[in-house]
Structure formats: C-alpha cells, structure tokens
C-alpha cells in the first residue's frame, strides 16, 4: 500500500465515502447556529422524501451508532402493553429480539433459516396464532448474510390485519426502494454510514407523524426518547444534547450527492453492478456464495471460505488488507464464510481489483482448494 492511501472499506458500515464527504468535515460548527440548524432541517426533509414519505412521515434523527436509533423506534413506537414479532433469519434480527428483551417489550421470534426469507403466509400464520401480537419488526436486508427481506409482501400483509410494521432498513436505505406511501410503515430506521455514504455517528427514525404523536411516556429512557427530540426539535429547530456536528455536516452533504447520483434507482444500480462485478469475478476464481442470486441484496455478499487446509480468515484478511481492501469476517455459525460488502463510494473498479488482490492473495498463502468444506444443503 502506498503511504498515505486509505485502504477501500469493503465493509457494510463504516464505508469508503466521497473526498467531498471527508472535506464537509474540515469545519467547526457550534450546534446553535443557524445555518447548522438549516443543514440538519434539510436532511430531515430530504430522509423522508427517500421513502415517498413527505405526506405522512417525519424525521427523528437521533446521536449514535444504528442500533442506537432500532432501540428508540422500538421503546417509542412500540406501547409498553404491546407485542412485536420478529421474522427472524440472521444476526440483526436476533439484536432487535435482543433490544426487546432489554426493554421489556413481549416479543416473539418466527425463526428462519438464514438463507431463506419470510413469506406474507408465514407472518399472517403467526397472527393467527398469536392474537396478542401487535406490530412486526422487520430486518430489510439483513447485512449479517446479505439477503433481502421481502418488505412489500410483510407490509401488505401488516396492513390488512391492522399491525404496526417496524422496518430497520439500516444496509438497504438509500439503495434498494421502500415505498411508505404503498404500505403502512410506523417506522424505516437508518443511519449515516450506510448507502448514504456519510460517515457513521447518527441514525434517523423515519417515523409516521400520526404515530409519532401517540408516543409520548412510552419511552424508558431520556436520551432515546425520539417523542422528546421530535418536539423539541420542531421548538427550537436544534437538537437535544450535543449533535455529532462534523458527521451531520459530512452526512448533508452525502445526501446532496447521493441526490446529484439519482436518488436510490442510480444508486441500487452501481451497487448492483458492483455485486455482480464481484460475485462473477470470485465465482471465476472457484468461491461459492452463500445465498442464492434470487435473494441476495446488492449491499453485502456472503462467500464459503476456501476448504483449503492452508487458509485462515485472519491471514487471509492481513494479506487481502496489505494490497489495499478491508473485507469483513462472516457472521454465521454453522458454516466458514467471510463478506465483502458492495456498498459505498466505490464501483466495479474496485470489485475487479479486490478480485485481483484476493487471487494474489490465495496463490501466497498456496491455497488451491476453494471449494468450501461444507456447504449449506
Ligand atoms: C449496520 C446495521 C445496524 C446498526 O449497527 P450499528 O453497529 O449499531 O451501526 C442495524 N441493522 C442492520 C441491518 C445493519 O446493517
């Protein structure tokens, strides 16, 4: 690596962002300035427009990382006597249950393989067992593996029987589309670092206004009470508590490049071309996917690691690192896999050199067996 080049983030979150993205950052700003103020009115706007929302919903942004703004959508929006059901097919949907636990909510899990989605009849089938339930929490592409969570189906089926539906949409805003003016959504929760390519250290709740304006008292705790941000922002057009300045004014102007692009059809199109780019480009060099193409997400690619008795994630990782590309250790626990995330300011560019650094890569660690040692069936 030449000093002074940053490696390529082949990571689903922190990514690589634009230079324009680190120079929004070289600046100061006091958190009662009204341009500040301006700047972050304007990404609220714009947030909600993402999800064809500008009638019915509002932006809640809120300090911290993407877990931090699923824990407030999940203690505001859901009321303590409630019940939320959780489809269930990989990691991030096991941190919802998990928040769910932490916060007392009844909760109960419809648990999935991780390579398989949940379908309308499985979800209307748990609402007929289970009358109690009151709002699904549905994961949209759940960046553990990279599959991609049929959010139109759940949603009309939500929405004929009555149920709020709660989207982290954490990897998939901003590529993949979400249509809140299709389907009833109480909430879509994302954050900064992801397909909107800002650096991370916020997240957003997109909520629905006449939702949002019932949730008052419902949240255990002060600094993720998204009611009490909501309102005073709309006082006194600032944030609660410090805002993360530099990461909001890096992320506004994210946002205004993510809008010159096209908005998300420009941007599900590079990432799409970026998925393709690297999965024909590692299936030539012998690597299996982990998902099939019908469900994976163009955000993050699953890969069996090589069978090979020579290869380790961890050597691997050094060697893959030292020409350049972070790539990301897998997330399951029955299989050997490792991810490579599509997503970004990056394109297909640099999918065929990451796929040029890791054949380097194995040829000097003498890894010839690529094929996995066991597959999922
Ligand atoms: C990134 C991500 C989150 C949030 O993770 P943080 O580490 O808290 O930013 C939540 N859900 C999904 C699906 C994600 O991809």
Redesign the pocket.
């Known amino acids: 690596m030449i000093k002074g080049n940053d490696p390529i983030l082949l990571t689903?979150?922190p990514l690589t962002t634009s230079l324009e993205t680190k120079q929004a950052m070289l600046r100061d700003w006091g958190s009662w300035d009204v341009t500040f103020n301006r700047m972050t009115a304007s990404i609220c706007a714009d947030l909600v427009e993402v999800i064809h929302g500008g009638a019915t919903h509002v932006t809640v942004p809120l300090q911290g990382?993407?877990?931090?703004s699923?824990e407030a959508a999940l203690s505001n929006l859901v009321p303590r006597d409630g019940k939320v059901l959780v489809p269930q097919n990989g990691a991030?949907c096991q941190?919802i249950l998990k928040i769910l636990k932490y916060l007392g909510r009844a909760h109960v899990a419809l648990d999935l393989p991780e390579d398989r989605y949940p379908t309308a009849a499985m979800i209307e089938e748990a609402f007929a067992k289970d009358p109690a339930i009151t709002h699904v929490a549905q994961?949209h592409?759940?960046?553990g593996t990279g599959i991609l969570n049929p959010l139109a189906e759940i949603g009309a089926a939500c929405a004929r029987h009555g149920k709020g539906l709660i989207v982290?949409a954490?990897?998939s805003f901003g590529a993949i589309d979400i249509d809140a003016s299709a389907y009833p959504i109480d909430a879509v929760i994302a954050?900064s670092g992801?397909c909107i390519e800002g650096p991370?250290g916020m997240g957003f709740v997109i909520a629905r206004k006449a939702v949002l304006e019932k949730c008052q008292g419902n949240s255990h705790s002060l600094a993720m009470d998204l009611y009490d941000q909501w309102t005073y922002m709309q006082k006194t057009t600032q944030w609660r508590f410090t805002p993360p300045t530099h990461v909001v004014a890096a992320f506004h102007s994210a946002l205004g490049q993510f809008k010159a692009e096209g908005g998300t059809p420009a941007r599900g199109a590079r990432y799409r071309k970026n998925c393709d780019t690297l999965i024909a480009g590692m299936q030539a060099l012998g690597f299996r996917t982990f998902l099939t193409p019908e469900v994976q997400a163009p955000v993050i690619v699953t890969f069996h690691a090589p069978g090979d008795p020579n290869y380790n994630f961890k050597d691997f990782y050094e060697r893959v690192k030292s020409r350049g590309y972070i790539l990301y250790p897998g997330k399951l626990t029955q299989v050997e896999t490792f991810r490579v995330g599509c997503i970004g300011a990056i394109d297909s560019n640099e999918m065929r050199n990451v796929v040029s650094a890791v054949a380097e890569t194995l040829k000097e660690m003498n890894v010839t067996k690529i094929a996995p040692l066991r597959a999922a069936a």
């Open positions: 689903p979150g990382s993407g877990t931090f699923v991030y941190r994961v592409c759940e960046t982290d954490m990897s954050a992801k991370p």
